[in-house]
């Protein structure tokens, strides 16, 4: 099992910048992604981000990309979400996920989710 500790949500306004972090115990051997997704309200949970756990690479989702980045550290088992330049529609829940095979989809685990909303 891993378990997943997201943190860094809250509300801000639109053009501000909020970062998220995931910090992750337990089989963290096992991951081989871990990512962040969101659902707004009445909507799917839909990939934004997610980044490869031993080369590091980055898998960003076209709706934010040029805005967000994500980024990690091995040493503290902890992704983080960079947010700026954020807008109404990024108001959601953000999950962050952990993955055993694939970077963008069929994750294993979840953290409880934090909110974000932007106010406009």
Known sequence: QVQLVE???????AG???RLSCAAS???????????FRQAPGKER???AAISWSAGIPYIA???KGR???SRDNA????YLRMNSLKPDDTAVYYCGASSGRATSNYDYWG?????TVSS
């Open 62 to 64: 076209d709706s934010v």
């Open 7 to 13: 943190s860094g949500g809250g509300l801000v306004q």
């Open 46 to 48: 839909v990939f934004v």
């Open 26 to 36: 337990g089989r963290t051997f096992s991951i081989y992604a871990m990512g962040w």
């Open 16 to 18: 501000g910048s909020l």
């Open 112 to 116: 409880q989710g934090t909110q974000v």
């Open 68 to 70: 967000f980045t994500i």
């Open 76 to 79: 503290k088992n902890t992704v």
